[in-house]
């Protein structure tokens, strides 16, 4: 019922910033805990951040704890990802992600968006 669609992915040198955005169709999005993952060529998704549905609440990986920030605009059905001090490691495909169940994992997710970063 959720249509997810990540933009915003490119090309940046280390230390640079990208604002990745995930717009939402379907479902009751304000309701949804919002996420964000990552997966590097040769490695596992790994969780990045999430959002509760009122926006009170974030969790972020500690791999970019204190550089990323995730937000939501309701009105706008749409999560976002602001990324700061972009590293070389942080070069993956972006994948946005809804959790339509509360208690449940994420169960929709995005095609992705790439981020590269260079060194």
């Known amino acids: 019922q959720v249509q997810l669609v990540e933009s915003g992915g490119g090309l940046v040198q280390a230390g640079g910033s990208l604002r990745l955005s995930c717009a939402a169709s379907?479902?009751?999005?304000?309701?949804?805990?919002m996420g964000w993952f990552r997966q590097a060529p040769g490695k596992e998704r790994e969780f990045i951040a999430a959002?509760?549905?009122?926006?009170?609440?974030?969790y972020y990986a500690n791999s970019v704890k204190g550089r990323f920030t995730i937000s939501r605009d309701n009105a706008k059905n749409t999560v976002y990802l602001q990324m700061n001090s972009l590293e070389a490691e942080d070069t993956a495909v972006y994948y946005c992600?809804?959790?339509?169940?509360?208690?449940?994992?994420?169960?929709?997710w995005g095609q992705g968006t790439q981020v590269t970063v260079s060194s």
């Open positions: 992600a809804a959790a339509t169940i509360t208690p449940g994992a994420f169960d929709y």
């Open positions: 379907g479902g009751t999005f304000s309701r949804y805990r």
């Open positions: 959002i509760r549905w009122s926006g009170d609440i974030t």
